[in-house]
């Protein structure tokens, strides 16, 4: 007895189900800018109010960093972030915004606050309009017609402590909290389209898994369910 099977069906389907598996890997490439670009938006999202909150519970670090009297709220930011998307992946960068309100007896913002007193550079003050500057220092009021230079305007806990923050985001909190309660470490580590479009995949090909993974990877963002 002989008997024949026609198995080019059959290698038709392994074929297509090879390419629609390839065509989801280059679908998630062509997509990864895109999707880079939404974590980039989210994340900036998220450190700020990590800032804020920091800023809340240790306002003696971090009152440079907002407007005066306003420590930790977010419509008073004298900071900012920015990202990029290259060929290395993700990167952040923060700028700082010049003040526009006065402390208690001033009558000149500080225009540069956030970044002279985070940087530690010292200021000199010397009067203008009037013969004498007056000012208190430990509780004594202090009269003087010589210019006077403050060599750390912030503060002994200020300098250094915005980029300080930043990095404790990025090196512990975003590795240990935000990747899981953002959804985006499950969203990435459970592609359930693919095994959804499988069987379209195994008829389409690699139309069907570059679409499919572009989608994907795509619609990856905070919150991504």
């Known amino acids: 007895m002989r008997v024949s099977i026609d198995t080019r069906e059959l290698e038709k389907k392994i074929l297509n189900i090879y390419e629609y598996s390839v065509g989801f890997l280059d679908g998630i490439d062509k997509g990864k800018s895109l999707f880079l670009r939404n974590l980039g938006v989210g994340v900036i999202e998220v450190l700020k109010q990590y800032v804020d909150a920091e800023a809340r519970s240790n306002p003696k670090a971090l009152h440079h960093i907002y407007e005066w009297y306003q420590t930790g709220s977010p419509n008073s930011r004298l900071y900012d972030f920015d990202y990029t998307v290259s060929n290395l992946g993700l990167s952040f960068k923060s700028t700082f915004r010049q003040s526009t309100t006065m402390s208690n007896g001033s009558s000149t913002p500080f225009y540069d606050k956030a970044k002279i007193m985070e940087e530690g550079i ?55 909290s935000f990747l899981k309660s953002s959804g985006i470490y499950d969203y990435i580590k459970n592609p359930i389209v693919y095994k959804k479009n499988f069987a379209a995949g195994s008829k389409s090909g690699r139309s069907k898994g570059v679409s499919t993974g572009f989608k994907w990877i795509a619609n990856a963002r905070i919150g991504a369910a």
């Not at 430990?138 to 010589?146: D, V």
């Not at 402590?161 to 590795?175: L, P």
């Open 122 to 176: 010292p200021v000199t003050i010397s009067p203008k309009k009037a013969d004498k500057l007056v000012f208190e220092i430990e509780g004594e009021t202090i009269f003087t017609s010589k210019e006077v230079t403050v060599q750390n305007p912030g503060g002994e806990y200020v300098e250094g402590s915005f980029e300080k923050i930043a990095d404790q985001f990025f090196s512990r909190y975003f590795k240990q």
